[in-house]
Structures are given as structure tokens and as C-alpha cells.
T-cell receptor, first 113, second 113 residues
Framework: DQQVKQNSPSLSVQEGRISILNCDYTNSMFDYFLWYKKYPAEGPTFLIS?????DKNEDGRFTVFLNKSAKHLSLHIVPSQPGDSAVYFCAASGETSYDKVIFGPGTSLSVIP | DTGVSQDPRHKITKRGQNVTFRCDPI?????LYWYRQTLGQGPEFLTY????????KSRLLSDRFSAERPKGSFSTLEIQRTEQGDSAMYLC???????????FGPGTRLTVT
């Protein structure tokens, strides 16, 4: 029973264009959502997060959008750069549960120069 | 402080042997988490500590697995009588209490032959 889904295993984008990574979740108790980026041979690194009281959070080239009614979030990267090539994990946790973060299976992004 | 460190980075063992991994969190972080990641999947929660107290264990953590954090600093994860299905990347992460942002180490890759 996968509570956090990332239905696109991979995505290729031209440098300078927008990358859109999608994530769906099933547990309506999730109240906090995070994106992590992972390079080969390294652990995941935190990228950006959003609380359920917001529908958008922006940090430089990275913007996360949350649609609670659809249980859907997306990560936009504009403009995409070759250094953004990595695996991106969507993750979710409950507002009162700082202990457990549920990760999706990841989307491998390739930014082509 | 250079972040979360894990030792060893790679471990090859024969089925039936015991293995122990170590994690050193970021020094001011009082929460420490263990995850397991297999190919094509995101990190799966195993257990977490607040200081020296183990507060939650996943049902994935069979009785062959034990984790400790004796002085609230570093942690060890031991797997007894390893099985081939235990082959995975074992990730450690740490965070401040009441923060969803977890900082991951590079992982220990276990191969059971």
C-alpha cells in the first residue's frame, strides 16, 4: 500500500526549460510535504517543503504546489540546469507526527545540455 | 560538523552472519532515524530515536534487527543472521526535535551473498 506515489520513474528536460515532477498521496492525514534530491552515492538532501495550510512555496528556481483536494503536489524547476539531474523523492508526514516521513519511489530527472 | 556520517559505506557478508552499522548524526540533532532503501524505491522507515529513547519501530524491523543509541549521540543498527533479502542501502538521518527536515548520511550498502 503505497501512500506516496510518483508515477513517472524518469523525466528528461532540455536545459533552460521547466521541469515538472508530480506526486500523489492517499493519506488525508498528511499535513506536511517535502521534496528531497539524491545524487548517486550520496544520501538524499532536503530541497523544499510545504505545509498543508499553503498551496505554494517558492525557493529560488524551485516551487512546490499543493492541491489538497486532489491530494496532489508538484515540484517545478525553472530554469532547469544540468546540475539538477538527480533522483527526486516526494515525501509526506502528519502534522503531529514529526517522527515518520513516508517517501515516494522517486523520479529520475535528466537535464540535457 | 560535516553532517551525518555512516560507517562502513559498503559491507559484503555471507548469509547467516551478523553485521553492525554505525551512524553519527549532526551533533545538535536529538532525533535519529534509520531507513532502508532498495532499488527503485524511496527510503522506507525502520526506526527512530529521540535522544537515547527508541520511540517507534516499523513492522519492517524484524526481531533480527536491533538498533541502539546508548548515549543519545551515535547509533548502531545490527542485523543478526543476515538473509539475502536484507541486501539494501541502509540510510541514517538526523533532525532537530519538531522539525520535518531530516539530514541524511551517505548510507551503508549491504550485500548478502
Amino acid at each position: 500500500d503505497q501512500q506516496v506515489k510518483q508515477n513517472s520513474p524518469s523525466l528528461s528536460v532540455q536545459e533552460g526549460r521547466i521541469s515538472i515532477l508530480n506526486c500523489d498521496y492517499t493519506n488525508s492525514m498528511f499535513d506536511y510535504f517535502l521534496w528531497y534530491k539524491k545524487y548517486p552515492a550520496e544520501g538524499p538532501t532536503f530541497l523544499i517543503s510545504i505545509s498543508s495550510i499553503k498551496d505554494k512555496n517558492e525557493d529560488g528556481r524551485f516551487t512546490v504546489f499543493l492541491n489538497k483536494s486532489a491530494k496532489h503536489l508538484s515540484l517545478h524547476i525553472v530554469p532547469s540546469q544540468p546540475g539538477d539531474s538527480a533522483v527526486y523523492f516526494c515525501a509526506a508526514s502528519g502534522e503531529t507526527s514529526y517522527d515518520k516521513v513516508i517517501f515516494g519511489p522517486g523520479t529520475s530527472l535528466s537535464v540535457i545540455p | 560538523d560535516t553532517g551525518v556520517s555512516q560507517d562502513p559505506r559498503h559491507k559484503i557478508t555471507k548469509r547467516g552472519q551478523n553485521v553492525t552499522f554505525r551512524c553519527d548524526p549532526i551533533s545538535e540533532h536529538n532525533r535519529l532515524y534509520w531507513y532502508r532503501q532498495t532499488l527503485g524505491q524511496g527510503p522506507e522507515f525502520l526506526t527512530y530515536f529521540q535522544n537515547e529513547a527508541q520511540l517507534e519501530k516499523s513492522r519492517l524491523l524484524s526481531d533480527r534487527f536491533s538498533a541502539e543509541r546508548p548515549k543519545g549521540s551515535f547509533s548502531t543498527l545490527e542485523i543478526q543472521r543476515t538473509e539475502q533479502g536484507d541486501s539494501a542501502m541502509y540510510l541514517c538521518a538526523s533532525s532537530l526535535a519538531h522539525s520535518n527536515e531530516q539530514y541524511f548520511g551517505p548510507g551503508t550498502r549491504l550485500t548478502v551473498t
